[in-house]
T-cell receptor, first 113, second 116 residues
C-alpha cells in the first residue's frame, strides 16, 4: 500500500533563507506526487505535482520539488522564504490501488522576520 | 472561473442532530470528493462522486453519506452527530476525478463543524 511520511511537523526559517520540507513516500506503482499548501482558515491549494515527466518540478510562488526514486523522496524547496509562505504544507501520493489520495500529516512552516 | 464554494462556512450543532453540507464544484468538473480534516487524524477521505454516482468511499461509518446532483453540486450528510465529528470538512472538485492520478484536485474553503 502507498504511504507518505513528512519528516518534520514544524520547520522554522528566517525570511530570505532557503526552505526545505521533507517528504518520503512508499509506493508499489510509479507514483503521482503532489504538494499542497493550506494557509490559516483557507482551503488547500496545489503547489506542484509530479506525474512521471521531469523529475524536477517547478510550482507556484517559487517552490520546486525533486522526485528521487532511489531515495523515495519528494522534498519541497524554495531558495528564499517570504513571510507569506507561513502555512501548513502537505505531501500527497496518489494510491492507484484504490484511487485515493494519501496525505502526509503536514509540516507547519514558520517564517521568522 | 469561479472556484469551489462550500456552504455554510461555519456550523454549530449538538450531539444527535444531523447536518447537511453543500459543495459547488468548478464549472465543468464532474468529480467531487469530500474530506474530513482534524488536528489528530489529518486529512481523511470520505467519498468521491462522479457523474451522480458514488465511485469511491473511505473508512467512515454509514452515518456519513452524500449525493451528487445532475449539475455536479454535491451534498454531504452526517446523521446522529457525535462530538468526534467536529472537524473541517473540505470538498474538492476535478475534471476526471481520482481514477486519473494526474488530475488536479481544487479545494473549497471548507465548512467548520462544531458539535457540542
Amino acid at each position: 500500500a502507498q504511504s507518505v511520511t513528512q519528516l518534520d511537523s514544524h520547520v522554522s526559517v528566517s525570511e530570505g533563507t532557503p526552505v526545505l520540507l521533507r517528504c518520503n513516500y512508499s509506493s508499489s506503482y510509479s507514483p503521482s506526487l503532489f504538494w499542497y499548501v493550506q494557509h490559516p482558515n483557507k482551503g488547500l491549494q496545489l503547489l506542484l505535482k509530479y506525474t512521471s515527466a521531469a523529475t524536477l518540478v517547478k510550482g507556484i510562488n517559487g517552490f520546486e520539488a525533486e522526485f528521487k526514486k532511489s531515495e523515495t523522496s519528494f522534498h519541497l524547496t524554495k531558495p528564499s522564504a517570504h513571510m507569506s509562505d507561513a502555512a501548513e504544507y502537505f505531501c500527497v501520493v496518489s494510491d492507484q490501488s484504490n484511487y485515493q489520495l494519501i496525505w502526509g500529516a503536514g509540516t507547519k512552516l514558520i517564517i521568522k522576520p | 472561473k469561479a472556484g469551489v464554494t462550500q456552504t455554510p462556512r461555519y456550523l454549530i450543532k449538538t450531539r444527535g442532530q444531523q447536518v447537511t453540507l453543500s459543495c459547488s464544484p468548478i464549472s465543468g468538473h464532474r468529480s467531487v470528493s469530500w474530506y474530513q480534516q482534524t488536528p489528530g487524524q489529518g486529512l481523511q477521505f470520505l467519498f468521491e462522486y462522479f457523474s451522480e454516482t458514488q465511485r469511491n468511499k473511505g473508512n467512515f461509518p454509514g452515518r456519513f453519506s452524500g449525493r451528487q446532483f445532475s449539475n455536479s453540486r454535491s451534498e454531504m450528510n452526517v446523521s446522529t452527530l457525535e462530538l468526534g465529528d467536529s472537524a473541517l470538512y473540505l470538498c474538492a472538485s476535478s475534471l476526471e476525478g481520482l481514477h486519473l492520478p494526474t488530475d488536479t484536485q481544487y479545494f473549497g474553503p471548507g465548512t467548520r463543524l462544531t458539535v457540542l
